[in-house]
């Protein structure tokens, strides 16, 4: 019998419409994810940060969504109280914390104060940035569920594939826009020599933050958008079948993380964003050091990774959606979808977060007479010349992540051949 009603994800306008509204907020969130990236000189050499001290601040984004498990408590939270309440959430702790990271940053005093052993600085930067983290990675888990809610049956990979892009044009700002916006506007700084504070004129590294931080406001309003939306959404699937989902049962993560597939998955999801993410982190600084481009113009090289995603990922979606061999995202069933997005994604934080310390730690140790440099001009030596670091050990850390995602992606493909979880099917049904 042919249905009276349709939903409103059946128009559509309506669906790409909300995708372009949620999308709005992903793509505020991947610029202040990458928006220090480019400034890591700037760092270094108005407030004194080491690699180690970079490093340190951007594992913070995986800190309490790994250590705290807040990551995992968002995806519980999402499938119990649905995608309106658990996305104004993120949008709003992501606000929250790029306003202290924002304000660590634009402190004249805190580059001369310590707490815990390190500048005051790196801890409070940090602790925004942490806090940031709980929030971005929470909307990225529901922006997805919102992607399956919206598309389900239909271009579901192209969905993903639009959503990555628009994001990514996110991580392409920041790489190109921090450094020319730090350079036009100009702000006071302190430098400790000889143990007096000397206040120097200098590029405003806060102003790019405060630039993502209005974008992160627009995203969050954007959101209130979406909401009247997907009521309308429900309101429509009142009597269809589609509109019918379980209940939530912390049995469903016994499920989960009992299937062999879900753990290929997440592990090929860490090697992938361990090595690609921590990589745009330095690149900027990489640039700078190896290839001697100017700081101004070194983010514009980087930029370019980002930019191939604009195309090529809603192509590839659109392939997968049509032809399959593609994964679909719908392996575990829709009632588990949040659970299983925030535990892969609690994952592949922890890479996230151990990565760049780790190529932090390791371009400080490889490259001693950086750190001596910087020490004698730290104590009012001058005339001092401070050496290019060396990047070829975080390169091959780099590398050998990618050569293992790849063997983990041969081992997924063998596991969805022999379970038959649907991998290389299309998503959209004649």
């Excluded at 190529?359 to 001058?382: R, T, W």
Aim: overall charge neutral; proline content about 4%; some cysteine.
């Amino acid at each position: 019998m042919e249905k009276i009603r349709q939903s409103l994800r059946d128009n559509k306008a309506a669906r790409w419409g909300a995708l372009g509204i949620v999308s709005i907020t992903m793509f505020a969130g991947y610029f202040l994810t990458d928006v220090m990236s480019p400034l890591k000189p700037m760092l270094e050499s108005q407030f004194g940060w080491s690699s180690t001290s970079y490093g340190l601040f951007t594992s913070a984004y995986g800190w309490f969504n790994v250590f705290l498990g807040l990551l995992i408590i968002g995806g519980i939270i999402l499938d119990k109280m649905g995608v309106r309440f658990t996305g104004l959430m993120a949008s709003a702790i992501m606000v929250v914390g790029a306003s202290i990271k924002f304000w660590a940053v634009s402190n004249p005093t805190l580059p001369s104060q310590e707490i815990f052993g390190m500048q005051a600085q790196v801890f409070y930067a940090a602790l925004g940035f942490a806090t940031f983290g709980v929030g971005v990675e929470i909307a990225g888990i529901t922006v997805s569920k919102i992607i399956v809610k919206w598309f389900k049956g239909y271009e579901m990979a192209l969905a993903m594939g639009m959503q990555m892009a628009v994001a990514r044009m996110g991580t392409l700002l920041a790489m190109a826009a921090p450094v020319p916006l730090a350079m036009y506007f100009s702000s006071k700084h302190t430098q400790v020599v000889d143990g007096q504070l000397i206040e120097k004129m200098g590029p405003s590294i806060s102003a790019p933050i405060a630039f993502a931080l209005v974008l992160l406001v627009i995203g969050f309003i954007a959101f209130f958008i979406y909401v009247a939306m997907d009521k309308k959404l429900e309101t429509s699937e009142i009597d269809l079948e589609a509109s019918n989902e379980e209940e939530f049962k912390f049995s469903d993560i016994v499920k989960i993380i009992g299937n062999k597939g879900f753990w290929l998955i997440a592990i090929l999801c860490v090697l992938f964003y361990s090595s690609v993410f921590p990589f745009i982190k330095y690149a900027s600084d990489l640039m700078v050091n190896k290839y001697h481009v100017d700081q101004s113009l070194a983010g514009l090289i980087p930029s370019l990774l980002p930019l191939g995603t604009l195309f090529l990922t809603p192509f590839f979606g659109g392939i997968y959606d049509n032809k399959g061999k593609g994964a679909t995202m719908m392996i575990i069933g829709e009632n588990q979808l949040g659970t299983a997005f925030s535990l892969i994604f609690w994952i592949q934080n922890w890479g996230l977060m151990g990565i760049p310390l780790l190529i932090g730690y390791v371009l400080d140790q490889s490259n001693p007479e950086v750190l001596a440099a910087k020490a004698q001009i730290a104590n009012g030596v001058e005339g001092v010349v401070v050496p290019l670091y060396d990047y070829t050990n975080p390169m091959l850390i780099f590398a050998g992540l990618g050569v293992l995602a790849i063997v983990v992606g041969f081992m997924l493909k063998a596991e969805d051949k022999k379970m038959g979880y649907g991998l290389q099917l299309p998503n959209i049904k004649s």
